[in-house]
């Protein structure tokens, strides 16, 4: 017997739910891609993302791939073989952005991580100010892990970078973070900000952009790792094929404009401050959950911790039987640990179309699989979620 038939619900960070206006703009006919309808629909997106992104007079990329392509597209576009670049380590996903940059013959520095902690601000300024002969050409970063929940702070870099007088274009994924807590580029001073639509903006996988500003720019004069497809000198083209390096993928753009059209009716205050509630909803759940037996937050320092996913530590072995126990008989399905987490904990998404209804049945279907399992942990973790909304939503 089991409780999973009906609708059921996505809580992993990414691809996330998307809403059936998202959906039901995939279903549209081919059309021309020389103009018309696509064309209008390109433009338009391409406007209102560097409003999401937060710049002026910056200027938006759009690739048909995913995350680690516009990682590939902020690289091959602005370093040449050779350059060295400074990887800030927090969670998993800066390592991996790393690796894809060694891979394309960039000599590669990480900086240490601080388990279980944000970047330390004053170890990027210390490790800047040691680089007088300017090695460093960047500095690559992410808003939020997400295989951590770990939120860092851009503004602290910023200052470091600033403060030791280094030329570096800072570079940040907001991939995890992007439509689900602030993020300005010309405010944070941001060079090359990459994202996707799986998560935040409520669009499938296959869409990501790079958000570059002048001094990038500048740095893609000289780049020596210009490849046809990523080159941005090409997508600068007039034809709107040349938008996308090649043939656009129509479809997804007319389901992303659907998203942007929701996120813009919601309002970008409103929707920071619903992910903000859910994401600490989550958060006093887990407080208590972690009260008693085994279980922890994967990111030590409460502030630290990110509005979109929640990874919490689990005994070993509890992990995969919590997921298997939520998917197979409550038709919840939870994220899983990776990278070095694999098997040792969970991840509650609680980003993109989510609503509170929603996430209390998955914060609830976690609880009910904690006492069915007989994994120790504090009780009442969905009476402080509830006693939570509560307080922030009257």
């Known amino acids: 017997m089991t409780l999973a038939n009906g609708h059921r619900h996505l809580a992993i960070p990414g691809p996330t739910n998307m809403p059936e206006e998202v959906l039901n703009a995939l279903h549209a006919p081919s059309v021309d891609i020389y103009g018309?309808?696509?064309?209008?629909?390109?433009?338009?997106?391409?406007?209102?993302l560097k409003k999401v992104f937060g710049t002026r007079a910056g200027k938006v990329y759009i690739y048909a791939c995913n995350g680690h392509g516009a990682w590939e597209a902020a690289l091959t576009n602005t370093l040449s073989k050779?350059?060295?670049?400074?990887?800030?380590?927090?969670?998993?996903?800066?390592?991996?952005?790393?690796?894809?940059?060694?891979?394309?013959?960039?000599?590669?520095?990480?900086?240490?991580?601080?388990?279980?902690?944000?970047?330390?601000?004053?170890?990027?300024?210390?490790?800047?100010?040691?680089?007088?002969?300017?090695?460093?050409?960047?500095?690559?970063?992410?808003?939020?892990?997400?295989?951590?929940?770990?939120?860092?702070?851009?503004?602290?870099?910023?200052?470091?970078?600033?403060?030791?007088?280094?030329p570096a274009l800072l570079m940040v994924d907001t991939i995890a973070s992007l439509g689900c807590m602030p993020f300005s580029m010309d405010d944070l001073g941001v060079d090359v900000a990459v994202g996707g639509s799986q998560k935040g903006l409520m669009t499938p996988p296959g869409l990501a952009f790079t958000a570059v500003n002048a001094k990038a720019r500048q740095a893609h004069k000289t780049a020596g790792l210009k490849t046809g497809y990523w080159d941005w000198t090409f997508r600068d083209g007039k034809e709107h094929y040349m938008w996308y390096g090649g043939t656009p993928p129509?479809?997804?753009?007319?389901?992303?404009?659907?998203?942007?059209?929701?996120?813009?009716?919601?309002?970008?205050?409103?929707i920071f401050r619903r992910h903000a509630i859910l994401g600490g909803a989550t958060r006093a759940a887990a407080e208590v959950w972690c009260s008693k037996g085994k279980m922890a937050f994967a990111v030590t320092e409460p502030k630290e911790r990110s509005n979109s996913v929640t990874c919490l530590l689990t005994p070993e072995g509890a992990g995969p039987a919590i997921m298997a126990y939520c998917e197979s008989h409550l038709g919840v399905t939870i994220g899983r640990g990776i990278g070095p987490l694999t098997g040792k904990a969970i991840r509650i998404a609680h980003m993109g179309h989510v609503n509170g209804w929603g996430h209390l049945g998955t914060i609830a279907a976690v609880e009910t699989a904690l006492k069915a399992l007989g994994i120790e942990h504090g009780p009442g973790g969905i009476q402080a979620a509830t006693d939570y909304i509560a307080r922030h939503v009257k």
């Open 250 to 270: 129509v479809q997804m753009v007319f389901a992303l404009r659907k998203a942007l059209d929701m996120l813009f009716a919601e309002g970008f205050d409103n």
């Open 36 to 48: 018309g309808s696509s064309e209008v629909a390109s433009r338009s997106c391409l406007k209102d």
């Open 82 to 166: 050779g350059d060295q670049v400074l990887v800030l380590v927090s969670g998993l996903f800066p390592v991996v952005w790393g690796e894809n940059a060694r891979k394309l013959g960039i000599v590669v520095e990480e900086l240490a991580e601080r388990p279980g902690r944000a970047i330390d601000a004053k170890a990027v300024e210390a490790r800047l100010r040691q680089d007088k002969a300017h090695a460093f050409k960047a500095v690559l970063m992410v808003q939020a892990d997400t295989a951590t929940g770990v939120v860092n702070d851009i503004a602290a870099v910023r200052k470091a970078m600033d403060s030791a007088r280094h």
